[in-house]
């Protein structure tokens, strides 16, 4: 099982991109959903998560403000806007799922393969 990312691409500093994360179905509706990145040479990182209704939703400092993290259980699809893009967020962005609303990358699991995200300056 794993989650499906896509709409990445090579965009210039400034500009906005908006990925979605596709389930494999309704059962996952009950579920946090994630978003990471990993930048060459880097750890992956948390981005943003929401909780199962989206009531809730947490991201990190570095992207917080510029990005919004939202979701569609009728289409069993997450989406992350990003708006003023900039070089540092080149990275492969992944999603994934958990049970509960974290930060921590080990409570999630089925990653996907990712979409990678390229801005230049």
């Known amino acids: 099982v794993q989650l499906q990312a896509s709409g990445g691409g090579l965009v210039q500093a400034g500009a906005s991109l908006r990925l979605s994360c596709t389930t494999p179905?309704?059962?996952?509706?009950?579920?946090?959903l994630g978003w990471f990145r990993q930048a060459p040479g880097q750890k992956r990182e948390f981005v943003a998560a929401?909780?199962?209704?989206?009531?809730?939703?947490i991201y990190s400092d570095s992207v917080k403000g510029r990005f919004t993290i939202s979701r569609d259980n009728s289409k069993n699809t997450m989406y992350l806007q990003m708006n003023s893009l900039k070089p540092e967020d080149t990275a492969l962005y992944s999603c994934?799922?958990?049970?509960?609303?974290?930060?921590?990358?080990?409570?999630?699991?089925?990653w996907g393969q990712g979409t990678q995200v390229t801005v230049s300056s």
């Open positions: 994934a799922t958990t049970t509960h609303l974290t930060k921590i990358e080990g409570w999630y699991y089925y």
């Open positions: 929401i909780s199962w209704n989206s009531g809730d939703t």
């Open positions: 179905g309704p059962t996952f509706n009950n579920n946090a």
